[in-house]
């Protein structure tokens, strides 16, 4: 288990939000535990109102937790987007922004809690629906998010920022190592 903070990239500096954490868990049975906290003053963010668990595209337009997570040596990669609403979405790449055709396996499971200037969302990635990964070669992951004030403003999250622009399908983004059980 490993704790991180993200960093908001410079050109998308918010006043609502104060920092984004998030604490890793690859699970012995190969499952992707993720706990996202976000501190701040929650009252200028725009938080989705909870929906059905229900795969939707367009979530990183407002506030939202993300996970990209490849295989060392490999070009391909899955994206992992998680609301507090309870929505989510979950795409394959065989490159850079270059989509394959995939379907998850299972549902990410997510949980969310809000109380006193602080948001945790839970989220859990079935092993199955990680990037096939035969040689069992270290994990690289992308930990990222999107905050949305409630002006319509967003700022970006993430491990790191390699880019001028926020950018969060750069491999070079792709900082936090963990190898499979």
């Not at 490993?2 to 006043?15: E, G, I, M, Q, R």
């Not at 295989?71 to 270059?98: C, I, L, M």
Request: with cysteine; aromatic share 10%.
């Amino acid at each position: 288990m490993c704790n991180k903070s993200l960093v908001c990239h410079p050109c998308t500096v918010s006043n609502a939000a104060i920092a984004v954490s998030i604490e890793v868990e690859l699970r012995p049975q190969g499952d992707l535990h993720l706990s996202y906290v976000l501190t701040g003053d929650l009252a200028q963010i725009r938080i989705p109102a909870p929906q059905p668990p229900a795969a939707v595209d367009g979530l990183w337009e407002h506030t939202c937790f993300e996970a990209f997570v490849a295989v060392e040596g490999k070009a391909g990669y899955h994206e992992f987007n998680f609301s507090p609403s309870g929505q989510w979405t979950a795409y394959a790449f065989s490159d850079y922004r270059v989509r394959s055709p995939w379907m998850i396996s299972q549902a990410p499971t997510i949980s969310f809690t809000q109380s006193n200037g602080l948001l945790l969302l839970e989220a859990v990635i079935a092993a199955a629906d990680l990037p096939l990964n035969m040689a069992g070669m270290p994990l690289q992951l992308g930990l990222t998010a999107v905050i949305e004030t409630n002006d319509g403003s967003r700022s970006y999250w993430a491990l790191n920022h390699p880019e001028s622009r926020p950018d969060f399908h750069h491999r070079a983004g792709f900082i936090l190592s963990l190898n499979p059980a």
